[in-house]
């Protein structure tokens, strides 16, 4: 099982911080203030705790990142030392809200920390399909992106373990910008084209 630090408990990390618990996971909620911080009711998951953002990075292999894309670097210079750490970022730049300078907030992540293992993974769908993805006994599917094959394989198995039927390898670090475009095309579906958030995309083939 692996040891995991949630940064950002809202809906997202929130959704994958229980999912990933109830499968064996251990699970470290990073935040800045552990006394008051979003996302409380978690930490009645099973192996689940919350500690400080850099102890919570010290105590785990892998890094969720699930804030808002416009504090992209803030949060990443403040997870301390990343070296030999797999990052997976769910974040979008939405409405070019986001890390200034940057088209989309992978980039951001790796140009600010020290591994190179930085995947793009859970930003292309709503966090209700992450708490439940299965429609009429068929589960959705996810995509990764990334140069990292470790991080993509890691990515690639907390997809399953989150519920979802398969996680795609849609390519290196070059992908990056296409993931946040497919996250946009779910979103503008979802919200502006009105079709509600239970919706979700699944890769069929014959």
């Not at 105590?59 to 416009?70: N, R």
């Not at 301390?80 to 980039?107: C, E, F, L, S, W």
């Not at 979802?164 to 390519?171: D, H, R």
């Not at 296409?178 to 014959?206: C, H, S, T, Y």
């Amino acid at each position: 099982m692996s040891k995991i630090a949630i940064i950002g408990s809202g809906n997202v990390g929130g959704a994958l911080a229980t999912k990933w618990a109830s499968k064996g996971h251990e699970i470290n909620l990073g935040v800045r203030d552990i006394n008051r911080f979003k996302g409380k009711e978690l930490l009645a998951n099973p192996n689940t705790e919350v500690l400080t953002i850099e102890n919570a990075v010290k105590a785990s292999d892998i890094i969720l990142l699930s804030t808002p894309a416009t504090a992209t670097v803030e949060v990443v210079k403040s997870l301390g030392d990343t070296t030999g750490k797999i990052i997976i970022d769910a974040m979008n730049v939405v409405m070019n809200r986001g890390p200034q300078g940057y088209k989309h907030t992978t980039d951001a992540i790796l140009d600010n920390t020290q591994t190179k293992d930085v995947v793009k993974c859970f930003n292309t769908t709503g966090f209700n399909n992450m708490q439940n993805p299965n429609y009429d006994g068929l589960a959705l599917d996810l995509f990764v992106a990334g140069d990292s094959e470790k991080g993509k394989t890691t990515a690639i198995q907390l997809a399953k373990d989150a519920g979802f039927a398969e996680c795609y390898n849609i390519g290196g670090n070059d992908k990056f910008e296409l993931m946040e475009q497919f996250a946009w095309f779910w979103i503008n579906l979802a919200m502006f084209q009105g079709q509600g958030r239970e919706i979700g995309f699944k890769l069929l083939r014959r």
